[in-house]
T-cell receptor, first 112, second 113 residues
């Protein structure tokens, strides 16, 4: 039973560029949430997707957008990258209305 | 506004000792409180979770104690081992939060052999 997978593992971008991160949920899960974890801090909720729609959003600007596909996989897009966007981006999957979320290994984004 | 406060920020325990990490929350609508363990370069792994209808939950060497009236909960790691050295995060969520997890700031635990 495959767990949550994310790609790529690491990514280096420069300011102003755009980036796309990908996530495949745990088998059988239909809900995907994205979190940003700055170095030395707890994860911060970005948004959650269910049935291909954004269901809830945290306190992040519109530069952060996402998408969920019919197979429940998801993408996180960040436009106009800032130095402060450097972080570990985590994807978590769950069943609809379930509180239990399982995290992937994350994508380490470095913005230079 | 930080809704989940975690302490201490770092903790050093001798092998075989008890590690205790505390969290306090503000939102009384929270009704699910998980703990996650994170190793460097890895994603958080679910360790144990509790709901407010019980005051304690134990799984192996890990125990959550929950005090609803004080809006506090804690993780106890019994017989701590060097392999337990990691960062631990408490979190909270509820249906009115859309199952969005709100995390504490984390506790870096080091277990000395």
């Amino acid at each position: 039973d495959a767990g949550v997978t994310q790609s790529p593992t690491h990514l280096i971008k420069t300011r102003g560029q755009q980036v796309t991160l990908r996530c495949s949920p745990k088998s059988g899960h239909d809900t995907v949430s994205w979190y940003q974890q700055a170095l030395g801090q707890g994860p911060q909720f970005i948004f959650q997707y269910y049935e291909e729609e954004e269901r809830q959003r945290g306190n992040f600007p519109d530069r952060f957008s996402g998408h969920q596909f019919p197979n429940y996989s998801s993408e996180l897009n960040v436009n106009a990258l800032l130095l402060g966007d450097s972080a570990l981006y985590l994807c978590a999957s769950s069943l609809e209305f379930s509180d239990t979320q399982y995290f992937g290994p994350g994508t380490r984004l470095t913005v230079l | 506004q930080q809704q989940v406060k975690q302490s201490p920020q770092s903790l050093i325990v001798q092998k075989g000792g008890i590690s205790i990490i505390n969290c306090a929350y503000e939102n009384t609508a929270f009704d699910y409180f998980p703990w996650y363990q994170q190793f460097p370069g890895k994603g958080p792994a679910l360790l144990i979770a509790i709901r407010p209808d019980v005051s304690e939950k134990k799984e192996g060497r890990f125990t959550i104690s929950f005090n609803k009236s004080a809006k506090q909960f804690s993780l106890h790691i019994m017989d701590s081992q060097p392999g337990d050295s990691a960062t631990y995060f408490c979190a909270a969520t509820g249906n009115n939060a859309g199952n969005m997890l709100t995390f504490g700031g984390g506790t870096r635990l080091m277990v000395k052999p």
